[in-house]
């Protein structure tokens, strides 16, 4: 029995990881956020990891952190999601990135 994905036609042997690669699926209309369609007002960074010389370890992982600089707004992904980064660094990553966003901006619109 083959199952494949309904958005990009990957197919698996296994269903459970047929039905959580769908709901995370690049593909999936959930997971189009508008920002990263070239959105002028994204800005996305990478958070260098902290090492802490008292305990020896990690404090933090590197991370990627999106922020709209129209709203000043920290955002997350669905790829952040799938990567359970906020429950597993009990981080506070802003908001679920907007499928729709009236400030939406295409970075191609300059001239
Ligand atoms: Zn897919």
């Known amino acids: 029995m083959i199952h494949t994905c309904q958005y990009c036609r990957k197919y698996?042997?296994?269903?459970?990881?047929?039905?959580?690669?769908?709901?995370?699926?690049?593909?999936?209309?959930?997971?189009k956020h508008a920002c990263l369609v070239l959105c002028k007002y994204l800005k996305?960074?990478?958070?260098?990891?902290?090492?802490?010389?008292?305990t020896g370890c990690?404090?933090?992982?590197?991370?990627?952190?999106?922020?709209?600089?129209?709203?000043?707004?920290e955002m997350y992904s669905y790829v952040a999601e799938r990567?359970?980064?906020e429950s597993r660094f009990g981080e506070d990553?802003?908001?679920?990135m907007p499928l729709e966003?009236?400030?939406y901006?295409?970075?191609?619109?300059i001239f």
Do not use: W
């Open 83 to 85: 990567m359970n980064i």
């Open 58 to 73: 990690y404090d933090s992982y590197p991370k990627t952190v999106f922020t709209c600089t129209k709203t000043g707004q």
């Open 101 to 103: 966003c009236d400030d």
């Open 12 to 31: 698996y042997k296994r269903k459970d990881f047929a039905i959580k690669h769908e709901k995370y699926c690049h593909k999936n209309p959930n997971n």
């Open 93 to 96: 990553l802003g908001i679920r």
């Open 105 to 109: 901006e295409n970075e191609m619109n």
């Open 44 to 54: 996305k960074e990478k958070t260098e990891s902290e090492f802490c010389i008292h």
